[in-house]
């Protein structure tokens, strides 16, 4: 397997800038962010910075969100808010030049909260940014979330996910399988990897329950990596768990 850390999640006692270095101190040589600024365009010398850091680091980003509101205070995406596609639209030229440029090819969009979504205006956005991330040979991927901790987003199962991407009907358009959320919802992840992971443009991971490092709560860890390979999944592996105080990756060791 192979493994990145997100910085949106995991360093996060750290500034923004200092977590690429800090992931590399850990042993990884790659990252993934949520989006990372306040503004769908911030702007070139905030850009920059972030570049640079990356680039200083000698890590590769992997995985990028669009813009998806403010996440914490609970906005989950823009794509099928109608009050929200004008700012997704404007970040998305802005988010795949950064990702061109640190060569990520993988960028996350979320739906948004409802009530009030519209479908068609998420397939016509998704198309949107499909276009454009094949501009960089990226892929756009479409990810499920858990009703217990997000009870406005629509999109909580892999079937659900896969209804949305076969109507978007792009081939630079996956699945994200987030299995913490998947698994909280009680899908049979082992199951899905096996029927379904030539559809993942992505994995993200915690453990269910209290989303922390794998082994803490009661996933079959084991058993999913090694149904991962088996499947042929060559992708990264997102760490995407929550972890305060040293010892974070020491499962890696076990």
């Known amino acids: 397997m192979r493994y990145d850390v997100n910085l949106s999640i995991l360093f996060t006692d750290l500034p923004l800038l200092e977590r690429p270095a800090a992931a590399?101190?850990?042993?990884?040589?790659?990252?993934?962010?949520?989006?990372?600024?306040?503004?769908?365009?911030?702007g070139g010398a905030e850009l920059?910075?972030?570049?640079?850091?990356?680039?200083?680091?000698?890590?590769?980003?992997?995985?990028?969100?669009?813009?998806?509101?403010?996440?914490?205070?609970?906005?989950r995406g823009l794509l099928a808010r109608p009050d929200g596609s004008a700012r997704f639209q404007a970040n998305i030229d802005v988010?795949?030049?950064?990702?061109?440029?640190?060569?990520?090819?993988?960028?996350?969009?979320?739906?948004?909260?409802?009530?009030?979504?519209?479908?068609?205006?998420?397939?016509?956005?998704?198309?949107?940014?499909?276009?454009?991330?094949?501009?960089?040979g990226a892929t756009v991927v479409v990810e499920a979330l858990n009703s217990h901790e997000n009870?406005?987003?629509?999109?909580?199962?892999?079937?659900?996910?896969?209804?949305?991407?076969?109507?978007v009907d792009r081939e630079n358009v996956a699945f994200l399988a987030d299995l913490y959320h998947?698994?909280?919802?009680?899908?049979?992840?082992?199951?899905?990897?096996?029927?379904?992971?030539?559809?993942?443009?992505?994995?993200q991971i915690a453990d269910d329950p209290g989303r922390g490092w794998p082994g803490s709560g009661r996933m079959p860890y084991a058993e999913i990596f090694a149904r991962l390979e088996a499947a042929g999944y060559t992708g990264h592996v997102g760490l995407e768990y929550r972890h305060e105080g040293p010892g974070a990756f020491e499962w890696r060791q076990r």
């Not at 060569?103 to 409802?114: E, I, K, M, P, R």
């Not at 205006?121 to 454009?132: E, G, I, K, M, P």
């Open 24 to 42: 590399a101190k850990a042993g990884f040589d790659a990252v993934e962010l949520w989006w990372p600024f306040g503004t769908p365009d911030p």
């Open 48 to 75: 920059a910075a972030l570049r640079e850091a990356i680039e200083d680091a000698g890590v590769r980003l992997v995985g990028l969100n669009f813009d998806a509101g403010d996440m914490a205070a609970g906005e």
């Open 95 to 136: 988010a795949v030049q950064l990702a061109g440029e640190l060569g990520c090819g993988v960028l996350n969009a979320l739906y948004g909260n409802g009530p009030g979504t519209d479908r068609d205006l998420a397939v016509a956005n998704l198309r949107r940014a499909a276009d454009a991330a094949a501009g960089i």
């Open 151 to 167: 009870p406005h987003y629509p999109i909580t199962s892999a079937g659900a996910a896969f209804e949305l991407i076969d109507q």
């Open 182 to 203: 998947l698994h909280r919802m009680g899908e049979n992840v082992l199951a899905l990897i096996d029927r379904h992971a030539a559809r993942f443009g992505h994995v």
